[in-house]
């Protein structure tokens, strides 16, 4: 991929600049939205703004309002909706695949129990609904019902998968559209809802494209990037059997002895460390790294290309600089 202005050395911060204001607001909102009377809704929720994540997705909506030049003095609670969900999905996530950590802290089912984790999402799910309706506005509630279905699919296709060794490229990548892409796409068609339909269709294809190549990037350091750098144990999605697009492509060129080795892998119950680390090795050696990277650049290039569908702008050069900061992110 070579982007027109390289992401080496800018950093999410450099990103959120022209935004830095909305997004300390939207910050804020957030708080002021999950925030009940129940006191062990109270702590969970403390506890889920300690451990929030980078705002990557309200930066998105933001950036795209001030790209597609469709002001919209809904952006803050809007950008508070979309983290809303984002924080919903990730902690019936958590919760489903029984994970200790998210960057690098306990997660809500470890530190209070997986009763909690489950009832807190779906409660994270019905402030956003609260919040929405709000807005009154029928076309925002199609675009964010619509994205929140996809992602409950996707999350049920994956669970229906009967052996996860034949989950193929095509199961794979509609997996990571609807499970992150949709939500990506959402936020930024959300963004540019009040411009002319044109550059709305833009946004959209802007955002599925890099939440694509951010999902695969996501999955590539997970073999790449050991838990200081992610803040969760390298090898995690071989330990709790997921087949991501590194395996997918390598499965095809293995030797049978190697195949065997994977086989033996998926059938353990839980995966010793010696044992993932040799499928790591495979797995690289046959080339599922370079061929998941080759896969994340084509899906950066067009989220690229549909940037030039948008005039130029400080906004629009920070979406651009997002996409270099998706595909080569350490974490």
Not at 295 to 300: H, L, N, S
Request: glycine share 6%; charged share 25%; net charge negative.
């Amino acid at each position: 991929m070579t982007l027109s202005r390289q992401a080496a050395g800018v950093t999410l911060a450099d990103i959120q600049r022209p935004v830095a204001d909305r997004l300390d607001a939207v910050g804020e909102t957030l708080g002021r939205m999950i925030t009940g009377d129940l006191p062990l809704i109270q702590d969970v929720s403390r506890h889920l703004l300690r451990t929030k994540g980078k705002m990557f997705r309200p930066t998105l909506l933001l950036l795209t309002q001030d790209a597609a030049g469709a002001a919209d003095e809904r952006a803050v609670a809007l950008g508070a909706i979309i983290e809303l969900i984002h924080l919903a999905t990730l902690v019936h996530d958590d919760s489903v695949d029984h994970s200790a950590l998210r960057r690098g802290m306990p997660t809500v089912n470890s530190l209070f129990s997986h009763q909690v984790s489950v009832i807190m999402g779906d409660y994270l799910y019905s402030r956003a609904i609260i919040e929405l309706t709000r807005l009154e506005d029928l076309e925002l509630v199609r675009v964010l019902a619509q994205v929140t279905n996809a992602m409950t699919v996707g999350e049920m296709h994956q669970l229906a998968a009967y052996d996860a060794l034949d989950f193929d490229e095509n199961q794979y990548e509609r997996l990571c559209r609807s499970k992150t892409a949709s939500l990506f796409a959402a936020a930024c068609e959300v963004g540019a809802l009040r411009a002319g339909p044109a550059r709305r269709r833009a946004a959209w294809r802007y955002g599925d494209a890099l939440g694509m190549a951010f999902q695969i990037t996501d999955d590539l350091l997970d073999y790449t990037e050991g838990e200081a750098v992610t803040g969760k144990p390298s090898g995690l999605d071989l330990k709790e059997h997921k087949v991501t697009l590194p395996l997918i492509a390598a499965l095809p060129r293995l030797t049978p002895p190697d195949r065997r080795e994977v086989e033996a892998l998926f059938r353990e119950a839980a995966p010793g460390q010696e044992r993932v680390a040799r499928v790591v090795r495979l797995v690289e050696a046959h080339g599922g790294l370079e061929y998941a990277r080759d896969r994340a650049a084509t899906f950066a290039a067009a989220a690229e290309a549909a940037l030039d569908e948008l005039p130029a702008s400080p906004s629009r050069d920070a979406l651009r600089d997002a996409i270099g900061y998706a595909v080569e992110r350490r974490r």
